[in-house]
């Protein structure tokens, strides 16, 4: 077992009497883990792309992400390690599980913080470009000093995150991931509800099917929503705490699958149905679309239930993000040190500092998605698509196929393009609007 196995702490040994993790249960961790703060923005890439190349788009980034966990999977399983970093350790000696950890640090830190804004949003509201946004609990009580951003904040930090935040086992998760993907189910079924509607009394918007391209939209443009996809699927971190409670390694192939399928469905069903109610006003956080002044024809209640939802929703799949972030400082910066479960003062330092940290940067930054969509976005590519790409090239174990390697190549190649043009796009975007 290589050093590199230290994210495998927050994995406590199992026992005879210990019951196994199901592939139900793994399916509710990753769907979970999947499904975050990139659901809110899909609808904002149908109006960039059209709904045909958004559902294509989606099809294909699941593909890819499917195959790129089958690459993770295998090379680990033909080494010595249990871990993401392990396999590039294995690949690229220490500098390639220091990539790896820093671009789980960046990705899944960035997501903490935006949950939590988010969250904030929801209950305490918002106020963008001199508009207001009154938040869930001002509109029911009106304002006062409990139910600001930084208490309110502060209550669910104590009372829902850091409980769950305690569990020392990712399979301990899998009651409230069951929770938070029936929240993503609720969430989605009352936009439906919403969208139907809308359109059986003739308010619903009509969706393009096609991208139009114009003087305000460049066909360039039309890359900016490829990371936005791609970072709603990336969970590869924690592919490795969650498949190894499996004692089969298909056992997780097939959680990941019908997981994946899952969460295509959910993303193209928002994305269509967000789009049908706000059509080209859509914001990038449907959320703020659901406020009382959204001109929506359902009563102020069903926008009360998706915002809830889906905050509820966040709230408890922070937990999971925080896992796996918790699991790489631990290995990064104690690699030596005993299983992080069984060293009590050290879990619990560095589970009170990731909040502390979350929390405090969520309440001095007003609005942190141009700098996610530039660093997190970036890293979640290289999680995703670019490091299971060179590993297979680089092959160490000698087990890859001529197949693997022209798959392998093109993910390499499509994710550094897309990624290039749509980071290029959006720099030159805000040089022009500023100027």
């Not at 009497?17 to 703060?37: H, L, M, Q, W, Y």
């Not at 990941?256 to 080209?280: P, Q």
């Amino acid at each position: 077992m290589s050093p590199a196995a230290g994210l495998q702490a927050p994995l406590l040994p199992s026992s005879k009497t210990e019951k196994r993790p199901s592939v139900s249960g793994a399916v509710f961790n990753v769907a979970t883990s999947i499904i975050g703060a990139g659901i809110m923005s899909i609808p904002a890439t149908f109006k960039v792309l059209g709904v045909i190349p958004a559902f294509v788009l989606i099809v294909i980034i699941a593909c890819l992400t499917d195959i790129s966990v089958d690459i993770l999977m295998r090379y680990t399983h033909a080494g010595e390690t249990s871990t993401y970093a392990g396999v590039m350790r294995e690949s690229f000696g220490r500098a390639g599980s220091v990539a790896v950890q820093l671009c789980v640090m960046i990705t899944n830190l960035g997501c903490l913080i935006i949950f939590l804004i988010i969250i904030g949003d929801v209950l305490c509201g918002k106020q963008p470009e001199g508009s207001v946004h009154l938040g869930v609990l001002q509109e029911w009580f009106g304002f006062h000093w409990w139910n600001t951003r930084v208490f309110a904040l502060l209550f669910v930090m104590v009372f829902v995150m850091l409980p769950l935040a305690l569990f020392r086992r990712v399979g301990s998760l899998r009651f409230s991931s069951a929770i938070s993907v029936l929240l993503a189910v609720i969430f989605v079924a009352i936009c439906s509800v919403m969208a139907i509607y809308a359109v059986w009394e003739g308010k619903s918007k009509t969706p393009k099917l096609l991208p139009q391209l114009d003087n305000h939209v460049s066909f360039f443009d039309l890359f900016t929503a490829v990371p936005v996809i791609v970072t709603a699927f990336t969970f590869h971190f924690n592919v490795h705490p969650i498949g190894f409670e499996f004692d089969k390694p298909s056992d997780m192939i097939t959680a990941v699958r019908i997981s994946l399928a899952l969460c295509a469905a959910i993303y193209f069903s928002v994305g269509l149905f967000g789009y049908l109610l706000f059509g080209e006003s859509i914001m990038s956080d449907i959320l703020i679309n659901f406020d009382q002044s959204s001109g929506s024809a359902i009563s102020s209640l069903l926008n009360d239930l998706v915002r809830l939802s889906y905050a509820l929703h966040l709230m408890l799949v922070f937990p999971m993000l925080n896992f796996s972030l918790r699991a790489n400082i631990d290995e990064l910066l104690f690699s030596q040190k005993p299983l992080l479960a069984k060293d009590t003062k050290r879990f619990l330092s560095i589970t009170l500092v990731l909040l502390v940290f979350s929390y405090t940067a969520a309440i001095t930054i007003p609005d942190i998605w141009y700098f996610f969509q530039f660093l997190g976005s970036t890293s979640a590519v290289c999680l995703a698509f670019i490091f299971p790409g060179v590993i297979v090239l680089r092959d160490v174990h000698g087990i890859s196929t001529t197949r693997d390697r022209i798959i392998a190549t093109v993910m390499i190649v499509l994710a550094v393009v897309t990624s290039t043009i749509a980071i290029s796009t959006n720099i030159y975007s805000s040089i022009r609007n500023k100027s």
